[in-house]
């Protein structure tokens, strides 16, 4: 089993920045895929960004390309979200995600792994 614990949500201004934090406990030498989900309020979930810890390969969704990065420390378990010129409609609830797939994952159902999720509220 893989348990995963999000940090660093909050509430922002429009053009600030936060850093989300995704550590890993109990069989992290088995995750490889790690992904950023976020809902919000009346939508569907949404893959924001995604990391494979052995290929360092990334992925990110349009909307926060230029304005986000997802890193990750195999030292520490754990996986990163750096988002910067944050804007209202990031508003949501961030999940992170892990799967022991050795490729990167942008569907949500390719995940076995997630975690509580932490709320981004960011305001006008």
């Known amino acids: 089993q893989v348990q995963l614990v999000e940090s660093g949500g909050g509430l922002v201004q429009a053009g600030g920045s936060l850093r989300l934090s995704c550590a890993a406990s109990?069989?992290?030498?088995?995750?490889?895929?790690m992904g950023w989900f976020r809902r919000a309020p009346g939508k569907e979930r949404e893959l924001v960004a995604a990391i494979s810890r052995s290929s360092g390969n990334t992925y990110y969704t349009d909307s926060v390309k230029g304005r986000f990065t997802i890193s990750k420390s195999n030292a520490r378990n754990t996986v990163y979200l750096q988002m910067n010129s944050l804007k209202p409609e990031d508003t949501a609830v961030y999940y992170c995600a892990a799967d022991m797939s050795h490729i990167l994952i942008v569907d949500e159902y390719g995940y076995d792994y997630w975690g509580q999720g932490t709320q981004v509220t960011v305001s006008s």
């Open positions: 109990g069989r992290t030498f088995s995750i490889d895929a």
